[in-house]
Structures are given as C-alpha cells and as structure tokens.
C-alpha cells in the first residue's frame, strides 16, 4: 500500500489536499509501485526559489522540483519494506502562471505536475521539454488517463 504525506509552506492550507492525496496514489497504482512512502510539499514562490537557488543554483522560481532518496526501508518486525523515493515540491504561485501561459485548467496543470514530479522519482528524466521526450510522453499518457479525476473543487 502506498501512502502520501503532503504539507505546505508559505501558503494557506488548500482544502483540496485530500483529492491530491487519492490522485497521487492513483498514479502510483498505474505506476504499479507499492509501499512507497512519497511526500510532497505546497508552497509559494518564495519558497521554492529558495531550493531551486540552494539545490541547482537557479536563483529563479519553478514549478516543479524532485528530491529524490531512493531508500528502501526493510522489513522488521512483521512491518513491511517501505520504499522512500523522495519529496516533490509544487508552487502554486508558478502553477498559476503556467495555467495563463499554457492556458490550460488549473487543475490539469496541478495534475500535470505532480505526475512530473512522480515520473521524476521514479527514475526518469528529460534534458528538454520537446514533447518527442519519452518521460513527458509518459506524463500526457497518465493525465489522459487519469482525465476523469478532479483535485481542485
């Protein structure tokens, strides 16, 4: 069984985590991963300037970063492995911005970035952003997909 711890910094609570929580693990389930632990934080612009400048020395804000870990907890004590891969930190601040540019729905776009950021923890990457890249490829796939799933209210 997989789990999602989800928080926020620099923003108000959304009342929506709920919904991103069963839509992170859907994605997980057609993903075919199990028991990993997976956590993802909300945050402003502020915030995540701050990593993208610390982490890749980009002092600008971004939409989406990964944090992979790639920590297998092994089993004890009758509990079962748990698998770590990581942290996925969205801003909401440059969601929106991307929703104006792209014009798309918000809640396509929130969708689009944490199966970003999943597909990011899960080992795969892309030196681009041409849709011809086999992981945003992927990423389309799983949103059209998962097109009948709603976050935002």
Not at 6 to 12: K, M, W
Not at 20 to 39: P, T
Request: glycine share 6%; net charge negative; charged share 30%.
């Amino acid at each position: 069984m997989n789990q999602a711890s989800i928080d926020v910094s620099g923003i108000e609570i959304p009342p929506w985590l709920n919904s991103a929580n069963s839509f992170i693990l859907k994605v997980l389930d057609i993903l075919e991963r199990d028991n990993w632990d997976l956590s993802v934080v909300f945050c402003n612009n502020e915030f995540i300037r701050r990593l993208n400048a610390g982490y890749r020395g980009k002092d600008e804000a971004t939409d989406v970063l990964s944090f992979p870990l790639g920590t297998v907890l092994e089993k004890k004590d009758g509990i079962e492995s748990r698998y770590l891969p990581g942290d996925i930190v969205i801003s909401l601040e440059t969601l929106r911005e991307n929703v104006e540019y792209f014009q798309v729905p918000e809640d396509e776009e929130l969708r689009r970035l944490l199966i970003h950021g999943i597909l990011h923890l899960d080992g795969m990457d892309h030196t681009t952003n041409d849709e011809k890249e086999p992981m945003l490829q992927l990423q389309e796939r799983l949103l059209d997909c998962l097109a009948g799933e709603r976050i935002l209210p």
